[in-house]
């Protein structure tokens, strides 16, 4: 009796996990594309159900671990920025959710077919430490900077909301408090109490200021709600090469899950991994949810609570697709305000930065080959900064891509690695000091 209760308890640790990873997600895409309260909520709904039934096929058939299966903070990056700068440079909104649409479909059946063909390992030697390093930089930039502009009450005029400014600071300094402070499992539970704790407090402070009201009672499964698949070759050809640098994150998180439960995994086992990762993230391009990929961040969850067994996960994942089928409950969590969201992931995102930098761990740089991380990243920012404008006088197809400075940082270091010798560069530069 007493392993069933720890066992259900280390379940309902899991769901929160899973659920606090998966909730801001349909919040912050759905209000980029401008869609309504109630596609929110329904996009929401398919979120919860597809994560919650990927993680169960994956720890019962796939990689066979509990190691969370969601939509892709990768993927996130790419969706949000695009909607950006595609946007402002011309680009309907429809017209980019075609495109994305499509490339999520092109990118998960591709993820299928070179899986299966063990075609992963190949990548892997192509996405070398330093150009994940630079991506990661990248990718925590991006974010963050949306995350704080949503915080902020940033508009499209240029100017911010000084009160939800305000508690959107004190919600982010919370988290980060309990992150930092929290004692024993508390700090698992930071995202989830500064989400509980800002929406009452936005819910006091600025009452009826965000309205939106989603119904409660299921609709049904809208196609393509971001926009029927289309082909546009700039936003295509960036979410496939976006879906092979996912791939490689997969190999990277299971061959770090297998030290913790002292296994190797199998080519079977990745081959069945991405089967079930592209598959879904086909399902999700018609759902109106991110594609998605294994979280690294999961290792993170097993480090602290220890909580291995493969049946306290599948608990979590149950729990969630349970919850995706009550509308009502989706419904509810739909009217988290965007403000407090943005606050509540701007700190969780932060372990992305400490991402990168342990993915350098071990180099040393010296004057010529610190080129190999400041070209590509600072390249990537300079591209975040020009205003969309600027790139209206390209051709539409090349917009996405060189308006959009994770894939053109990324690029830059794909150049560089491939193309310049650096071992020659890494000698210690004291021999001329000899004399």
């Not at 801001?24 to 980029?32: D, W």
């Not at 508009?155 to 909301?161: A, H, I, K, L, V």
């Not at 081959?271 to 990762?277: D, E, I, N």
């Not at 009502?328 to 009217?335: E, L, P, R, W």
Request: aromatic share 12%.
């Amino acid at each position: 009796m007493k392993d069933v209760s720890s066992l259900i308890l280390a379940g309902i640790q899991w769901f929160f996990f899973l659920f606090t990873n998966t909730v801001v997600v349909p919040l912050s895409i759905g209000h980029n594309f401008q869609l309504s309260p109630d596609a929110i909520a329904a996009s929401m709904q398919h979120a919860f159900i597809l994560t919650g039934a990927v993680c169960i096929l994956q720890a019962v058939f796939g990689h066979r671990y509990a190691v969370m299966d969601g939509p892709s903070g990768l993927w996130w990056g790419l969706t949000l920025s695009l909607t950006v700068s595609a946007s402002s440079a011309g680009m309907s909104l429809e017209r980019i959710g075609g495109g994305l649409a499509a490339g999520f479909l092109l990118a998960g059946l591709t993820m299928m077919i070179l899986g299966w063909l063990g075609a992963a390992q190949v990548l892997q030697k192509l996405f070398t430490p330093m150009v994940k390093s630079a991506m990661l930089f990248l990718m925590t930039i991006q974010l963050t900077m949306n995350f704080f502009k949503g915080m902020i009450g940033y508009t499209e005029f240029g100017r911010f909301d000084l009160p939800v400014a305000a508690l959107s600071v004190v919600i982010a300094f919370l988290v980060a408090w309990i992150q930092l402070k929290g004692r024993g499992k508390l700090g698992n539970y930071a995202i989830l109490i500064g989400i509980v704790a800002g929406w009452i407090a936005y819910s006091l402070l600025f009452p009826g200021q965000h309205s939106g009201q989603p119904n409660q009672t299921t609709t049904g499964l809208t196609l393509f709600p971001w926009g029927a698949p289309r082909w546009e070759p700039g936003i295509v050809i960036t979410a496939f090469f976006v879906g092979l640098v996912n791939m490689t994150n997969s190999i990277t998180t299971l061959s770090t899950v297998e030290k913790l439960y002292q296994a190797e995994t199998t080519s079977r086992q990745y081959q069945r991994s991405y089967a079930l990762t592209g598959l879904f993230t086909m399902l999700s391009s018609c759902a109106g949810v991110l594609p998605f990929g294994l979280f690294a961040s999961s290792i993170g969850f097993l480090e602290s609570t220890r909580i291995l067994r493969r049946a306290a996960f599948i608990i979590g994942a149950g729990l969630l697709c349970m919850m995706g089928l009550t509308p009502s409950v989706t419904a509810f969590f739909a009217q988290i305000p965007p403000s407090v969201g943005s606050a509540v992931l701007f700190v969780a995102y932060l372990q992305m930065f400490g991402t990168a930098l342990r993915t350098l761990e071990g180099t040393t740089f010296n004057s010529k080959t610190i080129y190999r991380v400041a070209l590509p990243v600072l390249t990537g920012v300079a591209v975040m900064n020009i205003p969309a404008e600027a790139f209206q006088t390209l051709p539409m197809y090349l917009i996405p891509i060189i308006s959009n400075g994770l894939v053109m940082g990324v690029l830059v270091s794909l150049l560089l690695e491939k193309t310049v010798n650096w071992s020659k560069m890494e000698q210690p530069v004291t021999a001329s000091k000899a004399a």
